[in-house]
């Protein structure tokens, strides 16, 4: 026969358990909840985009194109996913006359990228110097006309941190780095060394260093249920 004593400590690990067992649950389910917000926002932000770019084709704004073009490259929109299709889009955007499109081209071919966009990421020459220099002189005219290329960025339903917007990517600022400190192959020579790929040259590394300083444009909030 169980003790006093016994059935007191039973009975503490009991409440304990079932105590800890409905923290786990609420746990549970408020990072569900949490998880389906995120989805609900994200859902909504891609219709506000898709709305946003359909807006712009029938006003015949070249704009219009090209975020169709960069959404595609970034993958919320799934209509078209070869290579070269997508960059067949950043042509159309371009040959109407979007400059964004017009930049996007030039750094892909500096960069021998298979696609224009990922504007996120960090840019070099992937040793094929001869294409970054062609796509470099066609790039620093256009960034002389206008400094960014603009992407719609798809928020997760964090209001505090992301809400529906166009960003403005500054171009310049990714290529004067490779000036200032230079590169060198990601691949070594048949002595075993590193091989200097771009050298460091002040000249350049000021041209395109004052491009990306004198561009300031800040980002733009779609009106939303979230930002009134």
Not at 127 to 146: D, T, V
Not at 173 to 187: Q, T
Request: hydrophobic share 40%; proline share 4%.
């Amino acid at each position: 026969m169980l003790s006093l004593r016994s059935l007191i400590i039973t009975g503490l690990i009991l409440l304990v358990t079932v105590l800890l067992s409905a923290c786990m649950t609420g746990a549970y389910v408020a990072t569900e909840l949490e998880n389906a917000d995120r989805k609900k926002a994200y859902t909504q932000h891609i219709a506000i985009f898709k709305q946003h770019i359909k807006a712009l084709q029938d006003k015949g704004d070249p704009l219009g194109d090209y975020f169709y073009a960069l959404g595609n490259s970034d993958g919320w929109i799934k209509d078209v996913k070869d290579t070269k299709e997508i960059t067949a889009l950043f042509e159309k955007a371009a040959a109407k006359g979007s400059m964004d499109a017009k930049i996007l081209l030039a750094l892909q071919e500096a960069t021998s990228e298979p696609l224009p966009g990922h504007l996120n990421e960090g840019v070099g020459p992937r040793e094929n110097l001869k294409a970054w220099e062609s796509g470099l002189a066609k790039l620093l005219p256009l960034l002389q006309q206008q400094c960014y290329a603009r992407r719609l960025v798809v928020g997760d339903g964090i209001l505090s941190e992301a809400l529906p917007q166009v960003d403005y990517y500054s171009i310049s600022g990714k290529i004067w780095p490779m000036f200032r400190d230079g590169r060198h192959s990601l691949i070594k020579d048949k002595n075993g060394e590193w091989s200097l790929l771009i050298a460091k040259d002040p000249e350049r590394y000021k041209l395109w260093e004052d491009i990306d300083s004198n561009c300031n444009h800040k980002n733009e909030l779609f009106d939303t249920p979230y930002n009134k």
